[in-house]
């Protein structure tokens, strides 16, 4: 039902900066708690960071510290991360991700195909 495409991603130093966006198709979007998540080569996908469908509740992994801020657009039917002072850790294939419900309660229910996001030293 949802369809999300993301762009943003790329090749970024250590220590600057990234913008990651989300675009989600149809006005069911507004009614929809978003998030990011990303995974890194043999890891598992981790939670990154979430937002209520109003975009007034926010939620972030503790291993983000304050670096990552999600934020949303309604109007725009878009779903934003700014990732700053980015380090070589955070390179991962990056997927927005979309809830079934206002609130970010258990697993998303639609996903991205993902964006590469690599930080060089």
């Known amino acids: 039902q949802v369809q999300l495409v993301e762009s943003g991603g790329g090749l970024v130093q250590a220590g600057g900066s990234l913008r990651l966006r989300c675009v989600a198709s149809?006005?069911?979007?507004?009614?929809?708690?978003m998030g990011w998540f990303r995974q890194a080569p043999g890891k598992e996908r981790e939670f990154g960071g979430s937002?209520?469908?109003?975009?007034?509740?926010?939620r972030y992994a503790d291993s983000l510290k304050g670096r990552f801020t999600i934020s949303r657009d309604n109007a725009k039917n878009t779903v934003y991360l700014q990732m700053n002072s980015l380090k070589p850790d955070d390179t991962a294939v990056y997927y927005c991700?979309?809830?079934?419900?206002?609130?970010?309660?258990?697993?998303?229910?639609?996903w991205g195909q993902g964006t590469q996001v690599t930080v060089s030293s």
């Open positions: 937002i209520s469908a109003g975009g007034v509740v926010t």
């Open positions: 991700a979309a809830y079934s419900d206002p609130l970010p309660l258990g697993n998303p229910e639609y």
């Open positions: 149809g006005r069911a979007f507004r009614n929809n708690a």
